[in-house]
């Protein structure tokens, strides 16, 4: 089964730009070779494809839900309404493109993970303290709806181990 991680936000907008910053900490961390992670930006028509062309899809974005900053939800969404309204500065909202993606032909079973955030502070690179705590359970939550039961950071230590060894047998066939 293929499955898609799509972050959504802008990084210029502060706490906006979570969906981004999680897909970044997941790269970081490492993700089975059957998902792949892409960063969607503020969103829009181009994404469409993704819909299309993976059996399982997990979407991270911010959410103005009324709940306290950082505060990670996940639900299972089934209508266009059950996504979080569109943040001023995405150009079109993630429940745009979900509503054109199912015109185009049935959706995959698709998770969406929310960060809650406060009104957007103006222009900012950096996440707010409680939108940054709240960075490792974003990367929970995917792992939980990906079915992750193995720590992908030890597997990241595996492959290096893996490596170290590999290259020591290399320089002994040097020697």
Same mark, same amino acid.
């Given at each position: 089964?293929?499955?898609?991680?799509?972050?959504?936000?802008?990084?210029?907008?502060?706490?906006?730009?979570?969906?981004?910053?999680?897909?970044?900490?997941?790269?970081?961390?490492?993700?089975?070779?059957?998902?792949?992670?892409?960063?969607?930006?503020?969103?829009?028509?181009?994404?469409?494809?993704?819909?299309?062309?993976?059996?399982?899809?997990?979407?991270?974005?911010?959410?103005?839900?009324?709940?306290?900053?950082?505060?990670?939800?996940?639900?299972?969404?089934?209508?266009?309404?059950?996504?979080?309204?569109?943040?001023?500065?995405?150009?079109?909202?993630?429940?745009?493109?979900?509503?054109?993606?199912?015109? +185009?032909? *049935?959706?995959?079973?698709?998770? %969406?993970?929310? $960060?809650?955030? @406060?009104?957007? =502070?103006? #222009?900012? !690179? /950096? +996440?707010? *303290?409680?939108?940054?705590?709240? %960075?490792?359970? $974003?990367?929970? @939550?995917?792992? =939980?709806? #990906?079915? !992750? /039961?193995?720590?992908?950071?030890?597997?990241?230590?595996?492959?290096?181990?893996?490596?170290?060894?590999?290259?020591?047998?290399?320089?002994?066939?040097?020697?």
């Amino acid at each position: 089964m293929s499955a898609l991680v799509l972050g959504i936000g802008n990084l210029l907008m502060g706490d906006e730009g979570v969906g981004v910053h999680a897909v970044r900490r997941l790269l970081d961390q490492g993700v089975p070779d059957d998902v792949t992670v892409v960063d969607g930006g503020t969103g829009g028509f181009h994404l469409l494809s993704y819909f299309q062309d993976y059996d399982q899809l997990v979407l991270i974005d911010a959410a103005a839900d009324g709940q306290a900053p950082g505060t990670v939800s996940t639900l299972e969404p089934v209508y266009a309404s059950d996504y979080p309204r569109s943040l001023t500065a995405h150009d079109i909202g993630l429940k745009d493109v979900v509503e054109a993606a199912a015109l +185009l032909g *049935p959706l995959p079973k698709t998770y %969406l993970v929310t $960060v809650s955030v @406060a009104p957007p =502070r103006g #222009l900012t !690179l /950096t +996440l707010s *303290p409680a939108v940054e705590a709240a %960075l490792p359970g $974003v990367v929970a @939550a995917v792992h =939980r709806c #990906l079915g !992750l /039961t193995t720590d992908v950071s030890r597997t990241q230590r595996d492959l290096a181990a893996h490596l170290e060894g590999s290259l020591r047998d290399l320089d002994a066939t040097r020697h």
